[in-house]
């Protein structure tokens, strides 16, 4: 009975591939439906009319599949997504509904955060250490290296703080203010405040939801000004539309973009619901 259960086990386990491996690592030279077979995305409802009626969901939700794979492929690997998971996409989920009260809000969006956080975090270079433990035996282990910071660009960005400093107690945050002018409804930095020796450090650059680019494209602009190099920069968001990646990363090559999921529907109202704005 307890092989025939391990058997059954290791079966599903098989036929449960991680979100990340097709999103990141799928052959181009493949057939489309090979990288797409089982990697799981949140749906949305097709509300447009010149749908028939008799369609079939189970083609359309292969179809939005492939959509947003190609276009993570065609972004390329500076983009990266948590593997998905059914916790994950529960977090994604009661942050999209409507429903959902402030309260219930907030704790899901901190857990999200802090699971995107420490991806981020796993992001940082480290090198290799020994370590003696209690018991007198020597442990072979790694430790990162130092000169790493956050930059939250306010307000939403606010909102990873307390993420980062749960993990990273004594890190240094700095901040950057962007807002859009009111005669040319362009970004305009209105604010920044840095550690000194930004220049030296690895930057954490946390902002939750990319749906233009234009904030984080501004706010990388003042980093560069500070002396950061792109590819020192790993911006740490929760979700992103396929247009806003694709253009942080056509406007810096060498930055790295790290999220949860990329959708053409952005939940733009969670700064909003966040700080209780709304």
Wanted: glycine share 6%; net charge neutral.
């Amino acid at each position: 009975m307890e092989s025939a259960l391990q058997s059954n086990f290791a079966a599903k386990k098989k036929a449960m591939p991680c979100h990340n491996q097709h999103l990141n690592n799928a052959n181009p030279s493949q057939p489309e439906h090979a990288a797409t077979g089982s990697t799981k995305q949140v749906r949305f409802a097709n509300s447009s009319p010149t749908i028939s009626a008799s369609s079939d969901p189970r083609e359309e939700d292969k179809r939005s599949e492939t959509d947003i794979i190609s276009t993570v492929q065609q972004i390329g690997p500076q983009l990266k997504l948590l593997p998905l998971n059914d916790q994950i996409r529960e977090l994604q989920t009661i942050i999209r509904d409507k429903a959902t009260t402030r309260g219930d809000f907030v704790f899901c969006a901190d857990r999200l955060i802090r699971l995107v956080v420490e991806e981020g975090l796993n992001q940082l270079p480290y090198t290799e250490c020994t370590v003696t433990t209690p018991t007198g035996h020597k442990y072979d282990g790694v430790k990162f290296e130092k000169g790493n910071c956050g930059v939250s660009i306010m307000r939403s960005g606010e909102a990873m703080e307390q993420g980062l400093r749960d993990c990273c107690r004594s890190i240094r945050i700095g901040k950057i203010l962007i807002q859009s002018d009111e005669e040319t409804q362009k970004a305009k930095v209105f604010y920044a405040k840095f550690p000194p020796d930004i220049y030296r450090r690895k930057v954490l650059l946390m902002y939750p939801i990319l749906s233009t680019g234009n904030t984080v494209i501004e706010a990388v602009k003042v980093l560069i000004e500070h002396g950061v190099q792109p590819k020192h920069i790993i911006l740490l968001s929760l979700f992103s539309t396929p247009h806003g990646a694709k253009s942080i990363v056509q406007e810096f090559p060498d930055i790295t973009i790290l999220t949860t999921e990329v959708h053409p529907v952005a939940p733009t109202h969670f700064g909003q619901k966040y700080f209780g704005t709304d």
